[in-house]
């Protein structure tokens, strides 16, 4: 367990990569956000989805904890299986960091009725629907599942290289692209959205986590043939 939190501390040495970085994006679209309420008309609610910036940054993260900090870690005598184990849970903290702002910025929108200007982004309805758990919840599934994937996709890179990773993206893409042809083909959207209203947020997120999960365990098997 010491050395698995070693590599905690390995992954934060840099802190602007799990922390500062996500802070100046998400302070920058929100002062972009605040601009952009200004120049809308109108005194009706102004939502916008610019609060999700610093979320898509974690697949960046995922990607050059394993590119970058996976050799390093090598040469420290650390295994793979505490390497996986502490960058995941590194993963978990700063997903759960993230979540954590994100409810202090939904806070201050409400008590300050969206800057002054009605506008929102951290406090998006639909996600707070269960309360703030839920919208915690999604926010950092949505983090942790970012990260997993750009992690499994440099986990395969580095596995089998970029040929095995092409085809497995294209793949992907082919396999939503049939199962988008079906929802059309078969008429069966209504019944996706229903079901997407049915889940919410909170079921969504769950599911997000079942995703989590089924990544972290593919990309573990691939992680075993890693070359640093």
């Known amino acids: 367990m010491r050395r698995t939190l070693n590599v905690i501390r390995l992954q934060l040495i840099n802190r602007q990569t799990f922390i500062w970085v996500p802070l100046i994006i998400l302070g920058s679209v929100t002062v972009l956000g605040v601009l952009i309420y200004a120049m809308i008309p109108g005194d009706g609610p102004k939502y916008i989805g610019a609060g999700q910036a610093p979320l898509w940054y974690f697949f960046a993260i995922g990607i050059s904890a394993m590119t970058l900090t996976f050799p390093f870690s090598q040469a420290m005598s650390i295994t793979r299986r505490e390497f996986f184990t502490g960058t995941l849970l590194t993963a978990i903290m700063g997903s759960a960091f ?3 702002i994100f409810l202090i910025g939904a806070g201050i929108e409400m008590a300050t009725n969206g800057f002054g200007l009605n506008g929102y ?10 309360g703030p758990f839920g919208a915690f919840l999604a926010y950092f599934t949505l983090a942790l599942l970012l990260f997993v994937l750009g992690f499994t996709g440099a986990t395969i890179y580095k596995s089998w290289g970029p040929t095995v990773l092409t085809i497995t993206g294209i793949g992907l893409a082919l396999v939503l692209v049939g199962l988008l042809f079906l929802a ?3 008429e069966l959207w209504l019944d996706v959205w ?7 947020a909170f079921g969504l997120a769950l599911w997000g986590l079942v995703v989590v999960a089924v990544l972290s365990g593919v990309s573990f098997l691939a992680f075993r043939r890693a070359i640093p």
């Open 121 to 130: 982004m951290f406090y998006l309805p639909w996600l707070w629907e269960t």
């Open 98 to 100: 993230l979540g954590a």
């Open 184 to 186: 059309t083909r078969l």
């Open 194 to 200: 229903r079901t997407v209203g049915t889940l919410g």
